[in-house]
């Protein structure tokens, strides 16, 4: 029954996360009674593999949903993954490219099947990692966003969004990504500023000798001019109504027009308009009835209309356009100009604003409805600082883009007619057009966003449409925990469909975490090359210390730096725990105990007493903290409970009670109990060890089904008693330091007491500070030498003959190794290039070790002088 020397959860963290999945103790039973918690998992990419964020993600849901299981309620941790449209279909054309194959060759039914077949090959490595790092799912409810049931309720959800007016197809223009060769929404494109250029180029006015100066960063779009335009109040320009400019280089009368668009206050005061490839310049055309002239197409290259610059790629037409405008003196100068350049969020690729006929969500009335369940209550941000945040979006949003022009996800459920052009949306594939009966019926080749069927996530997974006993039972869900950085993409999409669609909010609270970051406080990125990998560090630390160390940092609405240190730290806490437990157990060998946690027994001693208190005082800020989301503090709480409280006295203290072969006595049964208390209390945050652990005590069902300690009853009359005890030892062991002498050496010395001071277990005390006291309750003589005064007491300490010299030595020796160390980090520091070079918390750490260096050596001289 003895417990290995070394704590290594290598050895035992697989088979428990294995037993976990196996046992099927985390399924649940929506008939089961109790208060119901339930949450989905933010479906990861089925491409995907662990990332750190993820790790912190799991850790919260799961130390969340463990914790609700263990209070009794009947929890539901639903797991699944997301079809990730773009990023899958980009990962099977690139091995297919491999193959010299394009996806056009193959055609879309064989190529569909063949991301099948990658999904099925290798689609399983995230889960597997979910289940490596003890996620307690209920695994036979695994979904897919793609899998047949959930596709029935995205073809349900589309359906009865278009009969309510709130999908409808319209042209519009969109973020269009030529290498993806797909509309983008608004969300899928990032902004990178970089430095570009303003062009001036010049439109001379017909029929006269003058110029209007238009500024462009992008010359290519002006082929596609159809106006140019300035303010109706500008004073410089009232001469030119009615009149037209000539469009360079294609030869073209445009018109000059009036419009609020044209800024006075901007350059020339005069704006080129071209609706076919501007949203704004799109609005204003309309205004004028001007026509849409598309130049650069779905392809990135010039079309047709681009006149002499057809079939040109975008930036090869740029560079031969500015070079004819120069060579025809029409470029009146280039000057250097910030842009905010649009990028496709997948490849990179720079996208194109083009009018093109699309899929759109009416969101305006979806958004007010998640705003008033926001104000009403019925869902709440934690932190509630997000609010801000989200009405803001909300308040502002704009039609969502849906359609993509991918193969694979969900096609569009809706039918064209090619005789006369009606289209069909429908649940079923249609026989004829309901129009005109024709049969010539083709289906919409688009499919949809894939955040599409994610927005349906918490109420798809458990069965919607369908009146499912899941749907009942576990909807909405209690809570949803995610990252900031989704909340438009996901979040608000989810309180939107959940309210249409099922009359009721998806969930009740949204619980948003912060990044991790490099130790540098930077995003962690692929390209950057900062990314830690959390199997890495799990192999290395164990998950119970990457999780420990995660909760720990996670304060709401701060993000978290990567440092080992903490980590070491976290593992170092781990370790201690183990080696509690390795204690417990030799010493229950000797006393003839089997391995068992039983139940407490009456609590006479003094320890006994204060420590249940304390624990009916951690459970109960322990419970609090957990349903405020507040998992540092629950990490802290049981951290600073089991160091201090346990180990550092009780533990100590018990080691006077217990002797050989006493059998199960009444001092075993509450160390146990304590014990097993704190098992369970931990079980949440540090899953492995603590199974582990319960197992090795002669468990045999789950601690994860045990019951979460609560609340328990205070005994502050032993609280202050064993205050005082613990100052009394304090005291001693201070007196010994000042003097610079061994915590172990044993001493006598004189306690005069006072008061409530005089019932103190002294035998306790000498045991714990090692020293003889003559304990007196007579008035203080004028006390001189070693004495430490408080209001309870008076001690006075018999110092041994020191040897003065020795002492002297062995001081000057310390002051001597401390001021080179000192010299070191002050020549590192003075290193330019080591500061400026180095990362910034090496640099911290070492002015910080040399700050500690100092305080030691006047410490140390202190002490001198004293001698
Ligand atoms: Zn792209
Ligand atoms: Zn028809």
Redesign the pocket.
Known sequence: MELEKAYEPQRFEPHWAEWWVESGIFHADPRAPGPRFSLAVPPPNVTGSLHIGHMLDHTVIDTATRWHRMRGDNSLFLPGTDHAGIATQMLVERSLAAEGITRQQLGREEFVRRVWEWKEKYGNRITSQMKRIGDSCDWSRERFTLAPDLSRAVLEAFVRLYERGLIYRGTYMVNW?P??ATALSDLEVKHDDTQGNLWHIRYPVNNSSRYLIVATTRPETMLGDTAVAVNPADPRYQDLAGQTVTLPLMNRPIPIIFDDIADPKFGTGVVKITPAHDPNDLEAGKRHDLPQIKVIGEDARMTADAGPYAGLDRFEARRRIVADLEKQGLLEKVEPYAVALSK?D??G?IVEPLISTQWFVKTKPLAEKAMAAVNEGRIQFVPDNWNKTFFNWMENIRDWCISRQLWWGHRIPAWHCGNCKTITVARQTPASCPNCQSADLTQDSDVLDTWFSSSLWPFSTLGWPAETDDLRAYYPTSLMITGFDILFFWVARMMMMGIELTGDVPFRQVHMHGLVRDPERKKMSKTKGNVVDPLDINEKYGTDACRLWLLMAAAPGTDITYNEDKLASARQFANKLWNAARLLLMNMESAGIEPCLPEPGQLETLEDRWIFSRLGRTAESVNRALEQHRYHEVAEELWQFFWHDFCDWYLEIKKLRLSPNSGLTNDWRNILGLFSAYLRLQHPILPFITEELWHRFGQNTSIALAKYPQAGSTDEAAEREMGLLQDMVTAVRKLKADNGLDDKLELAGVLYCRNGSRNVEFPVVEWLAKVKLEVRTDAPPALTGAVRSTAQFDLSLQLPEVDTEALRQRLLKEIGVLEKLVGNSDRQLANEEFVSRAPAHVVESLRAKRTEYLAQITKNRDMLNQL
Do not use: A, G, H, L
């Open positions: 990504c290498r993806c496709c997948r490849c690729t």
